[in-house]
């Protein structure tokens, strides 16, 4: 062998060690893409990004789109030395922020992979090609979105009670709302994963946690994530406010039914057309008002009234969370409500309401004396009156109290 034969093998020989040194010492290699191309009209669209790291690292690994624009699938994420290839699911899209994930539309990428290694040697970067083909064009979005009433008050006065998130979604989304307590970050659930859309949307939310308790005043975070279950997602965050919140409590400190002119010995007796007065002496024990409406205390009724016929109805329930306290009788089956003869537990005149004329506040540690009275045109000998609450839509959270007998002479 001459020495020019001998030289050439030997620097060959030496470029081959070279080449394996730089290999073993490389932390990064075999940067791989499962399928040249993701089309995303296929069943289930996704493709495999695979890269081995040989030493630990630090390892990000983005997408490049033409005009230089970069997403990031992974960002400086801790990588230890494995004999197998690490593998990342892409599915098409990617995050624009903390909020927004997107569907990448058509278009021809790199995927890059970078590692750093943590002993401060030499970083590594490795490219693949990747196409991304039909892509969807219709841009998903939550549109439209709004907090009616804002601020409210779930305190059962059927003033804004509850609120309602209403939004517009262009296709069927997967919905999520949750209402976050600012200073301790505890969560609240309104729906989890409720599918919704296309069109119009609204959520209901009555101010309170799913079991049971009640939310102070404040004002909470919402956010509502809308996920298209096909690589897009969502975020809206909000403020709502509870400016009151609570559940009115009232207590009936003291009553007494009977006609004008008792008898000496119960049961009372009475004539028919004779009127008897029942006396309420009331307390808003809680701690938010209690909104009520008429009659007003003095208002005389006779038993083939109802509170929902005198007046030209002026007084029906009107739906829910009012407070009146109310007259009945054992055996009442013609008027077809519970507690006919109802009053307002204001003590104050009409004209002095909150409302003049339609309604008025007991105000938390407020008492009134409330005056009901009734002819009694009911053709009964024996009536056995009684007392109750009515918290209008809502309950009796007092009743059936103060049974009084008393006889009716015809």
């Known amino acids: 062998m001459n020495v020019k034969t001998f030289l050439s093998l030997a620097a060959a020989m030496l470029l081959c060690l070279a080449l394996a040194a730089c290999g073993s010492d490389a932390v990064l290699s075999d940067v791989a893409v499962s399928a040249p191309a993701l089309d995303l009209r296929s069943p289930q669209p996704a493709v495999t990004i695979q890269y081995r790291i040989h030493q ?44 927004t994930r997107r569907i990448l539309p058509d278009g021809d990428y790199t995927v890059v992979v970078a590692a750093a290694p943590l002993d401060g040697g030499q970083a590594r970067e490795e490219r693949a090609a990747l196409s991304i083909r039909n892509a969807p064009t219709e841009q998903f979005d939550v549109y439209d979105l709004a907090v009616v009433p804002n601020p409210f008050s779930p305190d059962e006065d059927a003033i804004d009670d509850e609120t309602k998130f209403t939004y517009r979604l262009p296709i069927t989304a997967s919905v999520t709302l949750e209402i976050v307590e600012p200073e301790r970050g505890t969560r609240y659930p309104v729906v989890t994963r409720a599918e919704r859309g296309p069109g119009e949307q609204s959520e209901r939310w009555t101010g309170r946690p799913v079991v049971g308790g009640l939310l102070p005043a404040g004002i909470y975070q919402y956010v509502l994530v809308a996920d298209d279950n096909r690589g897009n997602r969502v975020t809206k965050r909000g403020d709502v406010e509870l400016s009151s919140a609570g559940i009115g409590q009232m207590s009936l400190l003291e009553v007494q039914i009977g006609p004008p002119r008792q008898t000496t010995d119960p049961p009372a007796t009475i004539e028919l057309g004779d009127v008897i007065t029942v006396t309420y002496r009331v307390k808003n024990t809680g701690a938010i008002p209690l909104r009520t409406f008429g009659p007003p205390s003095g208002y005389l009724y006779n038993t083939n009234q109802t509170f929902s016929s005198i007046e030209e109805e002026k007084y029906a329930n009107l739906g829910g969370g009012l407070w009146r306290v109310g007259l009945d009788w054992e055996g009442n089956g013609g008027s077809g409500s519970r507690y006919p003869f109802r009053w307002a537990i204001s003590p104050r005149p009409p004209e002095q309401w909150y409302d003049p004329g339609n309604f008025d506040y007991l105000q938390p540690g407020e008492e009134a004396t409330i005056i009901g009275r009734v002819e009694i045109k009911q053709r009964e000998s024996r009536m056995t009156f009684f007392v109750g609450v009515a918290h209008e839509g809502v309950d009796y959270p007092l009743d059936r109290l103060k049974q009084t007998l008393i006889r009716v002479l015809f």
Request: hydrophobic share 30%; no cysteine; charged share 25%.
């Open 56 to 99: 630990t690292a630090r390892v990000t690994v983005a997408l490049e789109g033409a005009g230089g624009a970069r997403h990031v699938l992974r960002e400086d994420v801790q990588r230890e030395p494995s004999g197998d290839p690490y593998q990342l699911s892409f599915n098409g899209s990617a995050s624009l922020d903390s909020d």
